[in-house]
């Protein structure tokens, strides 16, 4: 028999295929059992995909080391020079690490990484939760098609482009004075990014304005899935709002807050471009975070040594940061 | 459901004031780049005479074409390669079950909690002997690593999923492995594939640390990279920044409303992975 027949009277295995394996299986044999070519031993075939499998890795394996390991590796390498990127390298053992625990400026990108967790993660996850709590109910329909769009609209948009857009916003004459001004609160006007007291609070929202819609969704895609005689079931027991927002709802919704308190640390500490198109890091050192310090360190003042150590401590804390949740998500299951 | 009416209606408030502040930052920008491009624009309100020839004046200073066909290309360089290898990956890894994917998979784990930033410095230098400095290779090489152990987790997430009694029926009735890839898995991993692709799409295209670091002309960016570069050209001309910004984001945004259940779709899936 030849290919082109088998190919033939191959159906497509289909969704209810999926579903019964045994049916998809003898759906995919049809029209083959015939051919009956001399089939390798067991152990012949099953090195044979081994070594194919093994084939089939190599390739996106030859990209991830080369550009994730090896660098990592050359990382931590560099980390323990004194290198200006060019001319000869100085060993100086822990020395960079050093530095960056007790140079104060780099010890404040650190903190301020660490501040930036209340905007990125805090206020979205629960902004998100009251936001979810509120609409759960809403029925499916133009509007609710309209706000899940807007809501995901900070998801898609580049985060440079945010960055300016909220530049604006912020300005002496921007969006946000304007309005403190129409509503006679006038006097609270200033340039929020170039205040030392205002600048983090200020970038730290726009991380707010970036990722609440994404909680927001999500956390309403976890009540979805709550069975709603539990939510009946505490109604009738005279709960009110809150005791079914603690007893039913957060505990339902576990999985997703330890997903997106994961995603929304990591985004914060290692926070980059929104930093760096509105106020690189300034005024002073107040809104310094350690994406700004490592590009500064090594492409602006040729620390290329303690930049990469700082990177392998920004790698640190992320792994300090996500691990512990990860377990605590997995060992409550 | 037992619904509580006050309930709805402040759910109902609340989520319009929330639309309103989401949109806000993006209406103050439009505002803004209707200005007149020579002056400091004035507040949030429509212009009494909107510039929109200042549409016109970013598009040509800022290089939109070149812009487009830039990011396309890094697009189209870090996409389908990308979903190749992690299919083959995700295939060997979820349905092979291949001796030592463990390990490997362990690896690519550990991989996605890695920072851009912890590895950008060895990456230049990387780039650097490569010859590779200034060019869109120089990014689309580096982001198809980058974003590998995403794409293998999230594609052998699907091959676990799928019975192996499909390969093994697959296999009896004499289907090389990959007459089995190509007639029977590539047509199943098709949801899982389309949304990686946006995911990667999206990130490409929004991608800012790369393009800045790699390349110096904003002319070879992403349109994310390029737009870091007006910011210093157009410190004067506020209008004309916030058009760009706006011509820039324009693209992503169409195609996000058209296709725009799929992109959430992608998303949500994407943080559940991710």
Redesign the interface.
């Known amino acids: 028999m030849t290919n082109d027949v ?2 033939h009277e ?1 159906p ?2 289909t969704a209810a ?2 579903r019964r ?2 049916e ?3 759906a ?2 049809v029209g ?2 015939a ?3 001399g ?1 390798p031993s067991v152990q012949r ?1 099953a090195r044979h ?2 070594a ?3 084939l ?2 190599l ?3 030859a ?10 590796i ?2 931590v390498q ?1 980390s323990f020079y004194r290198w200006n ?1 060019i001319g000869a390298s100085t060993w100086v053992g822990v020395d960079n690490y050093v530095r960056v625990f007790t140079d104060p400026e780099l010890l404040i990108s650190i903190v301020n990484a660490l501040i930036l967790i209340v905007f990125f993660t805090v206020i979205p996850v629960a ?1 998100g939760l ?2 979810a709590t ?2 759960r ?2 029925r499916p329909g133009p509007f609710a ?18 960055g ?3 530049s ?2 912020y300005a002496q ?3 946000v ?3 403190l001004d129409s509503v006679g609160l006038g006097f609270l006007a200033r340039s929020w990014l170039a205040g030392f007291g205002t600048a983090l609070p200020a970038v730290g929202l726009i991380g707010s ?1 970036v990722l ?3 909680c ?3 956390l309403l ?1 976890g009540i979805g899935k709550i069975d ?1 005689s539990l ?2 079931a505490a ?1 009738l027991d005279g709960a009110g ?1 809150w005791r079914e927002f603690v007893t039913v709802t957060l505990p339902g919704l576990r999985q ?1 807050i330890a ?2 308190v994961t ?1 929304t640390v ?1 985004a914060a ?2 926070s ?2 929104i930093i ?2 509105t106020t690189k890091g300034g005024p002073g050192t107040s809104t310094l975070v ?2 700004i310090s ?2 500064r360190l ?2 602006t003042q040729s620390e ?1 040594g303690l ?2 150590a700082f ?2 401590i ?2 640190a804390l ?2 300090l940061a ?1 691990l512990p949740i990860q377990l605590l998500a997995r060992e409550r299951d | 459901m037992v619904v509580n009416k006050t309930e709805a209606v402040i759910g109902r408030v609340v989520l319009v004031v929330v639309l309103i502040l989401t949109l806000l930052p993006l209406a103050g920008m439009l505002s803004g780049a209707l200005q007149p491009a020579d002056r400091i624009p004035d507040g949030f309100s429509w212009p009494s005479d909107p510039q929109w020839g200042n549409f016109a004046v970013a598009f040509r200073t800022a290089h939109v074409w070149e812009l487009l066909g830039s990011s396309t290309l890094i697009v189209l360089g870090v996409v389908p390669l990308s979903l190749l290898l992690s299919t083959l990956a995700g295939y060997a890894l979820g349905n092979l079950r291949i001796a030592g994917g463990r390990v490997v998979f362990v690896l690519l784990l550990l991989g996605l909690t890695i920072p851009f930033e912890a590895i950008i410095i060895p990456i230049y230098y990387e780039i650097s002997s490569m010859g590779l400095l200034n060019t869109q290779w120089a990014v689309i090489l580096p982001l198809i690593g980058l974003y590998m152990p995403f794409s293998v987790v999230w594609m052998r997430a699907h091959f676990v999923g799928v019975p192996t009694e499909l390969s093994e029926a697959a296999r009896i009735d004499g289907a090389s492995v990959f007459q089995e890839i190509r007639r029977v898995q590539i047509p199943l991993a098709m949801p899982a594939l389309s949304s990686l692709a946006i995911l990667l799409f999206l990130w490409t295209w929004n991608q800012f640390l790369l393009p800045l670091v790699l390349v110096d002309d904003p002319d070879k960016r992403t349109m994310a990279g390029a737009l870091g570069a007006f910011q210093g050209q157009y410190i004067n001309q506020l209008p004309l920044l916030f058009a760009g910004a706006l011509i820039i984001m324009l693209p992503t945004i169409v195609i996000y409303v058209i296709f725009q259940r799929q992109f959430i779709k992608a998303l949500l899936q994407g943080a559940v992975k991710g």
Do not use: C
Request: net charge positive; hydrophobic share 55%.
């Open positions: 088998r190919t191959n497509k295995p295929a999926l394996p045994d998809g299986a003898h995919a044999g083959t059992s051919r009956r070519r089939r075939s995909r081994l194919i499998g093994w089939f890795v390739p996106a394996l990209f991830f080391g080369t550009f994730v390991i090896y660098p990592l050359t990382a560099y990127g902004s009251a936001l509120l609409i109910t809403m098609t309209v706000a899940r769009t807007v809501l995901f609209l900070p998801q898609i948009i580049p985060l440079v482009a945010a300016i857009a909220w604006w916003m004459t921007g969006t004075n304007t309005l304005w609440t819609g994404l927001t969704i999500l895609t709603t939510y009946e109604r709002w997703e997903v997106l995603i990591i500490l290692s980059f471009d760096y198109t350690p994406g490592i590009f090594a492409f290329v930049a990469s990177g392998i920004l790698l992320v792994l996500v």
